[in-house]
């Protein structure tokens, strides 16, 4: 369709929002006296909304997904002549596009074999669940059902996905949750709890087994946790982190679940970010970046050995993973990754990322030595935060309002930042940068140009 920006189109087309729309992660109370935004057009990293006002999109899409940019005409080509062949059958079933992504995605995942379809990083994160306590009760006579997460970690919505949920203002008024959900301590060593940091990795590791220890092992199935934590801060791992934790994994028989939902598909430098780290998942979920929002798609990866689990015994009915997932019936999903994997390789975006990244956490610090706001930046690829305090010894963080007021300021400059959002009591504190992968120095330096503009503006 082509809109028409007119007035009166305009206009009507924000009736029928304020009117009708129920917006996500919004307080609609002040819709009564002033008008939502209302996205129409997007190019590359640059978005329109329906006054014709364009802003440069410095998270992907709100919520880093848009990784290759918007108005990629070969992957709506692609979207298009998949729908028309073939839209959709039920995923007990196979379908061209399905087969060829899987085959695709396992090449950049050496050890894993294994391509589950669903929508969302929610139901994919729930795939994983539902493996992990079906095994628990074919092999493990119902014991090992507990699944440990992360202090400041985020699966997901449904109220499984909060059960596993590390921020605790996100999980309120949504309870009570799916019992057999367990946390250990988060890994940012900027908020280390230790007086002495000279390990901090794998102290903060070890947090780990004293969870195991104190639930049984015998009772504890898995552990997810995020490569490096988005919405919490954007925390990568510390020096030796994972290496300790793999290890904790083995001894006591735990499967390890990678959520890349964020991360995955190049936001990091890398295909996956737990790549960055050398470990060897059991599981991988990934959803936002996978066909970058061209079509919704999300995917549960597991390793043959976990996959065998559920086909050991083909005389029990009850045996095999008994799931469905409607949507990840839809062939636009598979088919709009496989062109989105194309653009990443032959465009070589990880290349362009790793480049990027480097540069954006160089401005940023530039940004830190003149802003005492700035308490840390941290992040890798185009993945980066930078955490606000009020005093960079105490470390006590700004209160969120602050941020809000500065992503206020870059959007009257026309840029589009990301912060935590209502996540904490204390720690909506971090502005978050997510870029599509192709973007340029210019870009960079406009949207740290207007950082630096709104955090002088604010005083």
């Known amino acids: 369709m082509n809109y028409r920006l007119d007035k009166v189109y305009s206009s009507d087309i924000v009736t029928s929002d304020k009117a009708h729309v129920w917006h996500h992660l919004s307080q609609h109370k002040p819709y009564e006296s002033s008008d939502p935004m209302v996205m129409v057009e997007g190019k590359g990293l ?154 901090f990795g794998e102290q903060a590791a070890r947090e780990l087994e004293k969870v195991i220890l104190q639930e049984d092992p015998d009772t504890v199935g898995s552990l997810i946790l995020e490569p490096i934590t988005a919405g919490g801060g954007v925390i990568p791992a510390p020096e030796g982190y994972f290496e300790t934790i793999q290890e904790i994994c083995k001894k006591y028989g735990l499967l390890l679940h990678m959520d890349e939902v964020v991360c995955g598909m190049g936001r990091t430098g890398k295909w996956f970010g737990y790549q960055h780290y050398g470990v060897k998942p059991d599981i991988v979920t990934m959803a936002k970046g996978v066909a970058s929002g061209y079509a919704a798609i999300s995917v549960t990866v597991t390793t043959e050995e976990l996959f065998d689990g559920f086909k050991s015994d083909p005389s029990d009915p009850m045996s095999y993973f008994r799931d469905i997932s409607t949507f990840g019936g839809c062939a636009a999903g598979p088919a709009a990754a496989l062109e989105n994997m194309r653009i990443i390789e032959e465009e070589n975006l990880l290349d362009n990322v790793n480049t990027m990244g480097d540069y954006l956490v160089d401005r940023l610090r530039e940004l830190q030595d003149r802003h005492a706001l700035i308490g840390d930046v941290r992040g890798k690829g185009l993945f980066v935060g930078a955490e606000l305090v009020k005093d960079r010894q105490t470390k006590e963080p700004v209160e969120e309002g602050v941020v809000m007021k500065i992503a206020a300021e870059c959007l009257k400059q026309g840029v589009i930042i990301g912060r935590t959002n209502r996540s904490f009591h204390k720690l909506n504190n971090t502005i978050c940068l997510s870029p599509a992968l192709i973007c340029t120095k210019d870009d960079i330096d406009e949207i740290v140009n207007a950082i630096d503009n709104a955090m002088t503006n604010i005083g």
């Open 46 to 199: 640059r978005v329109t909304d329906i006054n014709g006002r364009e802003y440069l999109d410095a998270v992907s899409g709100g919520v880093w997904t848009v990784n290759v940019g918007y108005g990629r005409e070969t992957i709506a080509r692609a979207v298009h002549d998949q729908l028309l062949k073939m839209c959709y059958f039920a995923g007990s079933h196979g379908s061209i596009p399905g087969a060829r992504f899987a085959e695709k995605l396992i090449e950049k995942m050496p050890g894993m074999s294994r391509v589950y379809y669903s929508n969302s990083g929610s139901e994919a994160n729930e795939k994983g669940y539902k493996m992990v306590r079906q095994l628990a009760h074919t092999k493990h006579n119902g014991q090992k059902y507990k699944i440990i997460y992360r202090d400041r970690d985020y699966h997901g919505t449904t109220i499984t996905a909060l059960s596993s949920c590390g921020q605790e203002e996100r999980k309120e008024q949504y309870g009570p949750f799916t019992p057999g959900f367990v946390e250990m301590p988060h890994c940012s060593i900027y908020r280390s709890p230790y007086d002495d940091n000279t390990n």
